[in-house]
């Protein structure tokens, strides 16, 4: 990785994505184990879905380990309560403007997405 200034003993990853098929990705239990394994680094898988395919995707959602933060990001009510219906999850933002990182001042709490109203 060129140029930077990282000192050596910090040592740097170049920062990678890798491009799974949805399909590909559950075709079997090692295929979807690999693809949903954690590891930390600048490194991570992501996939598409086309009209048609929620329920792959939502097969996706449920068949993962660990059922933590998740965000639901779309205006259309119908979709976010066919997929808030049909997940677990520990906590889950949705909306226009949901989101799963970020400080706690970043999210977005109380009515019509205003922070100022969350208390």
Known sequence: MAPHEIPTCYGAFEPTAVYVPLEGMLASPDAFHLATTEIFGPFYIYTTWKD??????LEA???????LTAAVVSNDVVFTRAVVGSTVNGTTYIGRRARTTGAPQNHWF???GDPRGAG
């Not at 048609?52 to 995707?57: C, R, S």
């Not at 959602?61 to 059922?67: A, D």
Request: charged residues 25%; hydrophobic residues 30%.
């Open 52 to 57: 048609g395919e929620l329920p792959l995707v």
């Open 61 to 67: 959602l449920e068949r993962m380990e660990n059922h």
């Open 110 to 112: 109380g009515p019509c």
